[in-house]
C-alpha cells in the first residue's frame, strides 16, 4: 500500500513539472516591426533617446543549460554612419563589452534582405551567434547562445523564426538607402547585457 502511495505522488509530480514546462510561442513588436518564437514569455526593456543614443528595444529570454535568446533593435532613422560601418564595427563592440572572441563571419539573408552572421568564442569554443539586419530604417540584432555547438537545434529554431511583421506602427515606412547612415553608437549599444525587463 505504501509503495503505490509512493508511486501515485511522484507520477503526481511528474505530471505537475510536465505541465509548467513552458511552451514556445511566437511574440510579436509591431512598434519594432517584428516577430520571433521564444522558450517562454520573453523580458523587455524600452530605452527612450537620449542625446546621442537612439531608442531601443531589448526582448530576451532563457532556458536552463546555458540558453539565452534576444532580440535588440535599434532606432537607425537619425543615423551618423553608414550600414556598412555598422556592420563591420558591431560584432567587435559585442566581443569586447562581453568578454568574447569575433569568431566566423558570414553573410545571411532576411529574406530579399542581406546582412551577416556574426560566430562568438570564449576559449576558443563558440558560444553565441548573432544574426544582424536592417529594416524599416531599424537595425536588427538577433542572438542566441549554442550551448551544443553551431548545429544547436534549439538555438538555430529561435534564429530563424524571427521574422519582419509589417512596418513599424510608430513610423519608419521609408527604408534608408544601402548605403545610408546607422546609429553611430549602436554598436557600442550592441555589447550591453540582454538582461532588463520593463513592458514593451
Known sequence: MRIAVIAAAALAAVAVASCSKPTPKEYAYPNWGYAATFP????????PA????PPS?????????????????????????????????????????????????TDVNLGSRPGKQVRFDKDDKPVMVMRMFFAYQKFYEVSATIPKGMADPVSLAFLNSFHLTARPSGGGEAEPAANSAAPANAAANAAAPANAAAPP
Not at 40 to 47: F, V
Not at 59 to 67: E, K, T
Open 57 to 105: 528595444f531589448l526582448a530576451q529570454a532563457s532556458l536552463p543549460d546555458g540558453y539565452e535568446f534576444a532580440v535588440n533593435v535599434y532606432d537607425a532613422s537619425n543615423a551618423s554612419t553608414t550600414r556598412e560601418d555598422m556592420l563591420a564595427s558591431a560584432p567587435q563592440a559585442m566581443a569586447n563589452a562581453q568578454g568574447l572572441d569575433v569568431g566566423a563571419i
Open 50 to 53: 537620449d542625446g546621442a543614443v
Open 40 to 47: 517562454n514569455t520573453p523580458k523587455t526593456t524600452a530605452t
